[in-house]
């Protein structure tokens, strides 16, 4: 799955708080999968702005990322709790639509 680092920082908010344990570990195997390391985040000059994070958008690179079959499912099982709770919010909005259409899990950012 090809994500940019908004995708990564965003998709965090389709975590549940709590869940079983196959779901936590899939949410636990994701997180360090999407984590933006320190020379990352200096790279791309992150940091927080009056409460708001923000980045050089010219200096982020997509990043490819392999998810598992479960990691996979549990991303396309968070959109669809989000979706009948109806807490999809515009931010994510994109992403979510990005994740429950695509089956292959070869998502390329919207540009």
Do not use: H, Y
């Amino acid at each position: 799955m090809v994500l940019t680092l908004k995708d990564r920082l965003l998709l965090v908010k389709l975590f549940p708080k709590k869940g079983n344990l196959l779901e936590q570990i899939a949410l636990r195997d994701i997180s360090k999968k999407i984590e933006i390391d320190s020379k990352e985040r200096t790279q791309v000059g992150l940091k927080v702005v009056n409460g708001n994070l923000t980045w050089n958008p010219k200096k982020t690179k997509e990043k490819e990322i392999n998810f598992t079959d479960l990691e996979k499912k549990f991303l396309k099982e968070q959109v669809t709790r989000l979706d009948l709770e109806k807490s999809i919010t515009p931010d994510i909005l994109d992403l979510c639509i990005r994740i429950k259409e695509n089956s292959e899990g070869k998502l390329k950012p919207k540009k």
